[in-house]
């Protein structure tokens, strides 16, 4: 027997039962669909993350205080001391590195923020000049907090574009007297609109001098410093110097953490691959379901079809053909059903980035691959009963079952 | 040449064994025409599908062009129903999905021959049967007569050197069955060997040797028209 006729006869076997076929194609396909939907979704968190991050600059360092690893005990454990402050002098301290381009110390709180007789409660960062660099912002009214000793209050702010326009409306902004808290600051500035940035709307700050921010809201600790490398090669080294400096100054004892962007980039990335695997893998039980239900209708076509198989046994088909036409029956099934879902997934997937242009969603080409292998891989599998059955089928009552 | 020698066949129904041959010997030489009678149960299709290779004998030699097929695996038996042997049925078995033509070529496909060859071949027969009309529709918009020459020509397409018919009339009208018959005939005068069974007396008597089964025995084996 050729392959082609083979195929040609499974062909016509699905054509000659339509509402089977279809029915069987419809489950592989939602099963291989799912997958394909599934497995981009999860794959468009994962670059959506990754490229925020990216966006960040990935020679950033980040210091915040505490030691995330618990190796060993801490000097202050049995006293219930919590670890020590990062401080403003902490942070100037780090420009002394070779290593180090520029740093960031980072206060956040929240206060209400008013403009004749308007307010509202708003993000307050406090930050040095340098933070715009590292944060890749950029400004479109005015200027952005004036270099200099970062240890001075200046009354000045910089304000996100929502409030801005939620303040002033129309009317210019800079150089207007806003309250923040209970102080008054001149607006200098007016940061260019980011929108959703990891979560937090840039458009909704507002960011004054870090000493500013420290005393509004009473406090003289950070909340961490961002470090821009000098470069990229050097993040180790980078890492190393800014954990010695601070040791320093902490009498000895390395009570913060120092991370790279990499690194918290590198954990977003295995925690969001991992979990695109798992909704995969869910989608992937579909896929057997489907399989299962081939194999059932399969049994059923081979009780139908006990006649013809008696007739093919007849006019010569040996046991071998006849499994390897209702083998290839279930395979070219399982095929179609997996072309399809592929199409649906894909539809499916045109349609989310259509509705959520920011997901990069695209379905990754493994899970792609491994559905349509798994589908197929199914059909064969769940067809080995049926055939077999088909195979063994005795011609005489075969043939004489009416 | 078929050599039947001591063909018995027993059938298990619940726990009482039935005997549809007992000790069957008959011996066809080539190119003989025989009828196989007797009344229902006399064991007549069992002979048939026992010589057809459908089915195995419980005990007996069965020897077909001097070879003996009862020692066959299931897949050396297949290639020799698909050579030798051409099997036309009361029922037709046609494949419901596939056209005339394509019922034709099913044996050939099994074969592996290539496919014009077996449209050559297929249309050439459609024709002699006066089914050229006919090569692309289903069975079930042919007559029952049109049906079984399409099975004759599918029977026939391997040119065998055998053809076995069950009822071959047992379905049709009588015009329609008067065809049948002729073409079998023809078949036979082209040198097949034919073998038919048989309820039909006037059927049974046109072979040229006319054995009759009773209770799973040969009860008689007439020659001579």
């Known amino acids: 027997m050729k392959a082609v006729d083979v195929l040609r006869f499974a062909w016509v076997s699905l054509r000659g039962y339509p509402s089977r076929t279809l029915l069987m194609v419809l489950a592989m396909a939602i099963g291989v669909g799912a997958v394909v939907i599934l497995t981009a979704l999860g794959e468009g968190a994962r670059r959506y993350v990754v490229d925020q991050f990216a966006s960040l600059g990935t020679n950033l360092v980040i210091v915040f205080p505490g030691r995330s690893e618990t190796a060993g005990m801490a000097g202050g454990m049995f006293l219930g001391q919590t670890p020590r402050d990062l401080t403003l002098d902490d942070a100037l301290a780090l420009t002394r590195s070779r290593a180090v381009r520029r740093i960031a110390p980072l206060q956040v709180g929240s206060a209400l923020i008013s403009y004749a007789g308007r307010s509202r409660e708003t993000p307050v960062i406090g930050s040095t000049s340098e933070w715009l660099a590292i944060r890749k912002m950029q400004i479109v009214q005015g200027t952005f907090l004036p270099a200099g000793d970062p240890r001075s209050a200046t009354p000045v702010c910089v304000i996100g574009a929502t409030v801005r326009d939620e303040l002033f409306g129309s009317e210019p902004a800079v150089g207007r007297l806003v309250r923040i808290g209970d102080r008054r600051f001149r607006v200098v500035g007016v940061l260019a609109s980011q929108g959703q940035h990891l979560g937090f709307n840039t458009d909704e700050m507002v960011i004054v001098p870090v000493a500013s921010a420290q005393s509004l809201f009473n406090t003289n600790s950070l909340l961490r410093i961002l470090i821009e490398a000098r470069s990229r090669d050097e993040l180790d080294l980078t890492k190393r110097e800014i954990a010695s400096i601070i040791q320093a100054r902490h009498e000895g004892e390395l009570d913060v953490t120092v991370v790279t962007q990499d690194a918290v980039l590198a954990t977003f990335d295995r925690v969001l691959r991992a979990l695109t695997l798992a909704v995969g893998g869910i989608a992937a039980i579909s896929l057997g379901v489907a399989g299962i239900l081939i194999m059932n209708v399969m049994l059923i076509a081979v009780s139908q079809r006990t006649r013809e198989i008696g007739l093919l046994k007849a006019v010569g088909g040996a046991p071998r053909q006849i499994r390897l036409l209702f083998f290839a029956e279930a395979v070219v099934l399982s095929a179609i059903g997996a072309a399809a879902g592929l199409g649906l997934g894909l539809a499916g997937n045109a349609v989310i980035v259509r509705l959520y242009p920011v997901l990069p969603a695209v379905p990754p080409v493994w899970a792609v691959a491994a559905a349509i292998a798994t589908a197929i891989a199914t059909g064969v599998v769940f067809s080995i009963l049926p055939a077999r059955r088909a195979a063994r089928l005795d011609p005489v009552t075969a043939l004489s079952r009416r | ?225």
């Open chain 2, 1 to 225: 040449m078929i050599e039947l020698t001591g063909i018995s066949r027993v059938f298990q129904v619940g726990d009482q064994a039935v005997h549809a041959l007992r000790e069957v010997t008959l011996t066809v030489e080539d190119g003989e025409y025989v009828s196989l009678m007797g009344p229902s149960g006399s064991g007549k299709s069992t002979l048939l599908n026992i010589v057809g290779l459908l089915d195995r004998a419980t005990s007996g030699a069965y020897r077909l062009a001097g070879q003996d097929v009862t020692a066959l695996s299931d897949e050396e038996q297949a290639r020799v129903r698909r050579e030798r042997i051409g099997f036309v049925f009361q029922f037709f078995h046609l494949v419901p999905r596939m056209t005339a033509q394509e019922n034709i070529e099913l044996p050939m496909m099994l074969a592996g021959r290539p496919a014009e060859e077996r449209h050559a071949r297929a249309r050439e027969l459609l024709r002699s049967y006066g089914l050229a009309e006919r090569a692309h529709h289903r069975p079930e918009q042919l007559s029952g007569g049109q049906r079984q020459r399409v099975a004759i020509a599918r029977a026939t397409v391997m040119q065998p050197g055998l053809l076995l018919a069950d009822e071959p009339t047992g379905n049709l009208d009588r015009s329609s069955g008067k065809e049948v018959v002729e073409i079998l005939e023809a078949l036979h005068e082209q040198g097949m060997t034919l073998i038919v069974v048989t309820h039909d007396p006037e059927l049974g008597g046109r072979a040229h040797r006319r054995v009759r089964l009773v209770d799973g025995s040969v009860a008689e084996d007439l020659r001579g028209p």
